[in-house]
């Protein structure tokens, strides 16, 4: 079975208790949480609370229900969560102080939270923070950072004239909370929850290995990772983000579910893969549950597509004193990888909205290579690069500092990768089969 691995900004791996429900024969309106105790955005909360409180605006099913989050993150549940009454959900929990919480009411994975008349309530993220702890930074050294927080934004943040926010009201709001935090971890909160409003996953927040939720995305793969043994022949898991097969017609498939630089070593099968399906006369690449990681080992496994060095993106680089306030635009450039098997047949590679960062990059290198077609939906479009700030109080900002663009110079943040081939479909398509699947079988058997 495939196994979703998460990009590592993203700070939950889904925890889902789930239950099947019927729906009903009309449609009515979706459920909304109404209120949520500890409340969302609580940085101060009671590390005795022992419990968490949901609130619906109508009487709901109490058949099934998904809370989603996971890790650290996730409140140490006490024995099974229960309903309080037809709109109050109820779950009894351990907090630790000074801790960060963060979970999802429904999510885009599970939506069993229903109404009385089958509806999924709408998807609610929540995080709180657990007071506790004590500073050893002055009052002077969070105003120092409050001050540098703001010249970061304005001269070294890539994106600040593409993911645009209202800076001005939201650190005249949070003035008075950053410079009277109690301690680093605190102040650090805060400006996870300021810098949220940019909604760029690249910006993250850190104190020591200590990371503080800033913006995360709730964007599945198109495709259904359960389904797939069932429609590729002979699957095989080969590591823990390798998967192949091989239809008797003579078309492999791959499916890589991350660059990351910690899975190095576990990205080694593929090479051998690769060698095995040389005599192949059509290839399909899936990397729809690919969210980035490293982009120099996306660049290694597209030169064994390549005979020789192609440009295959461009980059600027934010620079306050240039014109502009960017430097030119400087290449990037894809080197055949020579001691690497090599693949000249037809290749398709499959995206999609889950697509992003490194990926989006691999999607561009795979654009240079003759007889290579991209299909399924557009990319993600987030690619940051981002590089490390330190506040005097010792906080750590990360911001992206690059603007990614294609050969031709578009950029593409917010935009993403169009594939050749556009298969548009909804979640319900894949419950039985894969469109996209289907639509590079069919482009290979042509």
Not at 74 to 81: A, S
Not at 131 to 145: I, N, Q
Not at 146 to 155: A, I, P, Q, T
Request: aromatic share 8%.
């Amino acid at each position: 079975m495939f196994r979703h691995v998460s990009h590592p900004h993203l700070v939950a791996v889904p925890l889902l208790v789930v239950l099947l429900v019927g729906f009903a024969p009309l449609r009515a309106a979706p459920p909304k949480v109404v209120s949520v105790r500890p409340a969302d955005g609580d940085f101060a909360v009671d590390p005795q609370a022992d419990e968490i409180r949901i609130e619906f605006d109508q009487d709901m099913n109490h058949g099934g229900h998904s809370v989603c989050g996971g890790g650290e993150y996730f409140p140490k549940l006490l024995g099974q969560p229960r309903w309080e009454s037809a709109r109050v959900f109820v779950m009894k929990v351990r907090l630790e102080p000074n801790h960060d919480y963060g979970f999802s009411v429904n999510c885009s994975t599970a939506r069993n939270f229903r109404s009385v008349a089958g509806e999924s309530a709408e998807v609610y993220p929540v995080q709180f923070a657990t007071a506790g702890g004590h500073s050893d930074v002055s009052p002077k050294k969070h105003a120092a950072s409050f001050k540098e927080l703001r010249r970061l934004l304005d001269d070294e943040y890539s994106y600040r004239d593409v993911h645009k926010a209202d800076w001005d009201k939201l650190f005249a709001e949070y003035r008075d909370r950053l410079c009277g935090a109690e301690t680093p971890e605190q102040f650090g909160r805060y400006v996870g929850r300021l810098l949220a409003a940019a909604k760029d996953i690249h910006i993250s927040v850190k104190l020591g290995d200590r990371y503080f939720m800033s913006h995360s995305r709730s964007v599945p793969p198109n495709m259904n990772y359960r389904k797939m043994p069932e429609l590729v022949p002979h699957l095989v898991q080969r590591s823990q983000v390798v998967y192949t097969g091989r239809w008797p017609e003579g078309i492999g498939y791959i499916a890589i579910l991350s660059w990351g630089s910690r899975n190095a070593e576990a990205l080694e099968p593929v090479y051998h893969e690769l060698d095995e399906m040389k005599d192949c006369r059509g290839l399909i690449i899936d990397v729809r549950a690919n969210s980035g990681g490293s982009e120099s080992l996306a660049q290694e496994f597209a030169g064994c597509f390549v005979d020789k060095p192609v440009v295959y993106a461009r980059h600027v680089l934010r620079d306050k004193s240039a014109p502009g306030g960017f430097t030119p635009p400087i290449d990037r450039v894809l080197q055949p990888s020579e001691n690497r098997p090599q693949y000249r047949g037809k290749v398709a590679v499959l995206t999609g909205r889950h697509v992003m960062s490194s990926c989006e990059a691999f999607l561009l290198m795979m654009k240079q290579v003759s007889n290579c077609t991209l299909v399924g939906e557009t990319s993600y479009g987030a690619s940051g690069n981002p590089r490390g700030h330190e506040l005097p109080n010792g906080v750590v900002v990360m911001l992206p500092c690059w603007k990614p663009m294609t050969v031709d110079g578009t950029e593409f943040e917010g935009v993403g990768i169009p594939p050749d081939i556009e298969v548009k479909a909804n979640p319900e398509d894949f419950a039985e089969r894969d469109p996209v699947l289907e639509a590079a079988l069919e482009y290979l058997r042509e």
